[in-house]
């Protein structure tokens, strides 16, 4: 009954069995292997479009080195509040881009509005060079409440980005959970929609520790391996890195395991909203359910072995808010046994 | 015949096990796990020490990281001219440490001597704040030119930093090599010699990507931990970073693995060195060959498929240098058949 | 009728007039000479404390020095929302970090209260090293709404800084303007209060352009010189700074400059307050009037010859907000030509 | 008889009555006033080229600022061992850059050669992203050996740096020297030649403190303006600054104040050479002299009140070095008393 993270799972076992393929015979380093470049053509047809694909191990470095591509020093990054560019990756955008600022947005469910940047522009404008320049944007997908963009929404996002000459980032640490809920290709969720860089990530969704950032528009990966070099980020055995992203994307591993993710939240929000007391108050779209519950409850439930955080506190709720996510390896025993502390905890509670 | 870099040789399969083994079940993420407190127990044991111990995917994260925490952005960092953290990592100390200079140092076989950091320290005292302010030495054992520093050699080094107020960094992306070589324990070679933070490398010695920044002095160690973070160098599956390490350690692998390359290094010079018109150029002492070899014999060798690169020129060596890597996983019959290309060879060069 | 900053008034004549006096013979570069050393002993006089203290040309980089010592590059600065580092700098505290990142708090006054350092904290304490680590503090003395901290407030303010183990920095632009206004000692709205740094201007108050970095703790200053020559900040004719603030303390000049700005700006805020449909929106404590007036009033007054700006708008109220700066050089007969025209323009308007 | 440096000497009367002759009324700030504007039009006059001009206070921030918009952080400069930029700025431009490296050439007079910069490209082109790109060279002028670039060496690097794809910078702290003894047009040393950017100093050559950074491609000035910023270089009260620089402008003052100290320098040269046991060791072509000389020939000189540095010694010299610095306000009397306590020496000394 571990809900704690999708990054406390194990990887699937293709992912692993695929590094033991791999592990035979000298081979060249630092990308120039057969299993990067399968990856790239991978991707350029799973994304029906030109590719520039750089594989690194963590989302934080994914995000990081797309956001330096993008913005100068003096620039400045838009996101959401609860952006984990923003509250859980310890300044990596800051560091890695020497400096840029991230202006952050309010949002009720952790999607933003093309609404939001443009009056972040129109602010942006009066105060010269005594502000740094806003130069992209950057959306979470699935967001950091659960939630996902849908296309159009995107691609709203894509066109107010244009009309005011940002780029669009996206970090989909949980991309593939998007896509399954999203009901689209992953092309309509990306490039169709205006999204410049994304960050594909697979580590919460099944790799041991792969990432690949992607780039649609080949000239804005400039200089990005010397980055990436620098940074410690580029590995020697690629191919290990590689070959987790090659088996992720066979036969459409991502999606499988992404499909199953999100059903076991889906699975878990509606058992719990059956729950007396508790409410789930964001709509579960992806591997994450956000629970308002009271006290005792949490407690019932972690004295049964459940393991979840305690959320930010939601406006307007006075209960205090976990969170749950789901992972490929969550099981429905799991999930029911979860859900029948909880619904034995009824008749105690109250 | 590949000797192009030992970081072109697969895993050991005990190292690619733990992986297995360590892939089932939710395990806390971000090293909170126990393989990584496993992990932390054998280095402890290994150095005979109390030691901070940071697994990371990469050497060159470990090195700028490890010097970022030992100077400040207005320091430097004394160094062998021909160090990898000078050469071969695109800037990653300058960026990690916020802009510290490398003062670089000549060197007739990759290792640095006392007199020459007391000579800089000399210089450095007149400049005041026109000039970066020294604040570590960091050396590399083994070094780039393949030859191992003695205990005692790392032991006069260590008594010039205390004297000078350095501290002393350890590049050991061949610290197997080397203590298998120097013939001392790795206390010997590390803190017991006036080492304060260590880069232990593993990628080259069987492992797929990991390393460990080993600090012997927990103070030295502040701040280590944000900085991996924000530079997206701390994985959330730890564990699968970890379980590379633990293996390694496990029943003395990593000794093992390296006394396998330095013997075949051993091989290779020798056999060479027997080849007329054939120079090796700096001693053998752990997995690399230097040798000077007329420019017929080199396409000679590249022709039968042999893998390795042109080095720098060495001084008064008119013949191309080139250099020759050897791995846990290069085998005594690639040797003998790499020699053998080289043997006919000479009745036909000559 | 200029009220646009006080960074458009000229020097005043005793500043201009020891810039000529410092202009003879050969005079030791860097800061080794006696117009620097008698502005160090100035300083300590008048506030009572040895003090370690660095001229540097701007307000920007009198903070973002200040601010560089005192916290890592992984680590967070609160302060205020409007706050001059936030808002108006282009980014330099984190250009100058090296990447740290600035916690912003609301203030409905420009003045933050211990208790939001409290709650930070609080905070601050749960994301370990996926956040930033707070080490300091940064309070604005005028505050950008034109309101003073009393030495009381800055003093809770230090004792929640200590009790945090925060540092505690002042940006003193107008520190003249405060102190005039506190009616107390420049010790007593410092060290004594708990300031650690304070950015102490003279820019804004009368100099062409100089400001001191002054230290009450040495220990802190620890590498500020190199920082300060790499960030291009130290002059080689360093007496010409020197001088500036040399003539600033002489005689108290800047407390008369600031007391002359302080009476404009009340006199400027009483008249506008008498004006029917104005409404002065800050308390007018230092040398700022931000005032709430409809926009045919303000077209009146920038048509008549009035230099001013619109400012952020203030919560519950409709009428835009400007911002009327006075300076040492600010004359009555601008205040009251300013006001005749506001108060001509009530028959007209209303 | 202070001949330490340039920078000792006090401001040209001229330039302090600039201060004065702007120092009335309100002026728009941050570089909107009217003396900026001049200062602009007559350096494209002085120039005949269309030129984006920037004021600061120094010549490290013009260095660093100017270097900054032309290589990215994972870039490297190309300059001369003994620049200023890589001697005696404590890692200004690693710092403005971002951690881009400085590549040193060793030079005898402190010029470097085109064939130096192909070497260069030539070994950077084999590293590929384990090697930083060099994208810019930097060459002094005059140098830090008080030797002047022709026009027609200047264009060869510039030819150089185009074949390469490098932007060629020019230190020009002591350009006017330079350009007096080149007997050529400002153009002809500078864009006609190749140079893309000029940090055109005064500071050094009769102003306070005052350098412009000259841009002769609009385009390269992106984003200068927020660096200089976030820099804390831009000056609120820019009309001080800039006022300066056009009374250095005005009727040719720089070029007289040049011509004046290498005047002086020559005089000192020549009568130096004169003195037995002194040999000047480059040739004097601006405004400083470098001599070898016995010791107690150096102490007499201090003895005697001669204020001068002793310089890095120079190959096959076992004399020390010393370095004399001459200035727009220099003296024939300082420099044939000077002479004078050299030539007494000789009967006493040897």
């Not at 560019?85 to 560091?95: K, L, W």
């Not at 690949?212 to 580029?234: S, T, Y």
């Amino acid at each position: 009954m571990n809900f704690a993270s999708d990054n406390t799972a194990p990887a699937s076992p293709a992912i692993l069995a695929a590094l033991a393929a791999v592990n035979h015979g000298a081979v060249a380093s630092y990308g120039a292997d057969a299993v990067t470049a399968r990856v790239r053509a991978r991707l350029a047809s799973v994304f029906e479009h030109a590719v520039v694909v750089h594989p690194v191990a963590t989302g934080t470095a994914a995000n990081a080195l797309a956001l330096a591509t993008l913005v100068h020093p003096y620039g400045a990054v838009i996101c959401a509040e609860e952006a984990h560019i923003s509250t859980d990756e310890c300044g990596a955008p800051e560091f890695y881009t020497g400096g840029a600022k991230l202006v952050t947005l309010p949002s009720a469910d952790g999607k933003i509005l093309p609404q939001q940047i443009d009056a972040v522009m129109a602010r942006a404008g009066a105060g010269g060079v005594h502000h740094v320049l806003p130069e992209a944007v950057s959306i979470t997908q699935a967001t950091e409440w659960g939630t996902v963009y849908t296309a159009a929404e995107v691609a709203a996002l894509g066109a107010a980005c244009r009309a005011h000459g940002l780029r669009l980032h996206m970090d989909g640490a949980r991309f593939g959970n998007a896509v399954v809920q999203a009901g689209c290709s992953p092309a309509a969720l990306t490039w169709q929609a205006g999204i410049d860089v994304l960050s594909f990530g697979a580590t919460k969704n099944g790799a041991l520790a792969a990432e690949a950032v992607i780039f649609f528009d080949p000239a804005l990966a400039e200089g990005f391996e010397r980055r990436r070099k620098r940074a410690g980020q580029l590995w020697s055995k690629l191919r290990y890195l590689s070959a987790q992203l090659d088996a992720y994307l066979e036969a459409d591993l991502w999606l499988a395991n992404a499909a199953h993710a999100n059903r076991m939240a889906v699975a878990l929000g509606e058992g719990l909203s059956a729950v007396p007391g508790v409410r789930v108050v964001q709509k579960v779209q992806a591997n994450e359910v956000f629970a308002a519950m009271p006290e005792p409850l949490i407690a019932r439930l972690e004295a049964a072995g459940g393991h979840f955080y305690r959320w930010i506190a939601v406006p307007g709720v006075s209960d205090a808010v976990v969170r749950l996510v789901t992972a490929h390896s969550t099981t429905r025993d799991e999930v029911a046994a979860f859900l029948a502390v909880a619904q034995q905890a009824e008749g105690v509670l109250f």
